[in-house]
């Protein structure tokens, strides 16, 4: 009679070791497409940083009076390159702070005809909109892996093998206003 009994234990083991191998696969999965995603918000924050130098000095060509509001954006800009290896919990703020001075600058120049009128000026601002607009999608990207993963951590019964191999919830980039997460207003 003992055998009857031995085989179903062995059976219940096999179960809870191969869901635990399928839920430790799965939290894998996701807390790697989580890295993935911030990588992505990283590449276009970084070229974003890349644009602003050029940007900057195109405009203080036409703009000798707004000076305060072209320091304002170096400094967020060395402030958000200064923070590029930070985790995303300290870098978001800046980031989207940055985003905002951009958006700022850019109604600055409305009283700037020939400033807008600028080929250099027209195609920063252009390039400047298109990683605007990547940002925004990377980060609905990046807050999708973050919601997957954060479901597996938190709901029954992977959050046994979450717990039980010390995987945590990842943290959602998100803007303290949600304008920032707009992208400047273009027009030409």
């Not at 070791?17 to 911030?38: D, I, M, P, Q, S």
């Not at 900057?56 to 170096?74: D, I």
């Not at 959050?159 to 027009?187: H, S, W």
């Amino acid at each position: 009679m003992q055998h009857p009994d031995l085989w179903w234990s062995v059976g219940i083991l096999l179960v809870l070791g191969g869901l635990t191998v399928f839920y430790y696969n799965r939290l894998v999965f996701n807390r790697h497409r989580v890295a993935e995603a911030w990588s992505g918000i990283d590449v276009q924050l970084k070229r974003r940083a890349s644009l602003i130098p050029a940007l900057v000095e195109c405009v203080r060509q036409y703009m000798r009076y707004e000076q305060s509001a072209l320091e304002t954006l170096v400094q967020q800009r060395t402030r958000a390159v200064q923070l590029a290896d930070s985790p995303m919990g300290q870098r978001a703020p800046v980031e989207a702070q940055l985003g905002s001075q951009l958006r700022q600058l850019f109604a600055l120049v409305e009283a700037y005809p020939e400033l807008k009128a600028d080929s250099q000026f027209r195609e920063l601002q252009s390039n400047i909109s298109e990683v605007e607009d990547h940002i925004q999608m990377a980060r609905r990207y990046y807050n999708g892996a973050v919601r997957e993963l954060n479901v597996l951590v938190e709901s029954v019964p992977s959050n046994l093998v979450a717990k039980l191999l010390r995987f945590t919830t990842a943290e959602y980039f998100a803007l303290a206003d949600a304008r920032e997460g707009q992208p400047p207003k273009m027009e030409f």
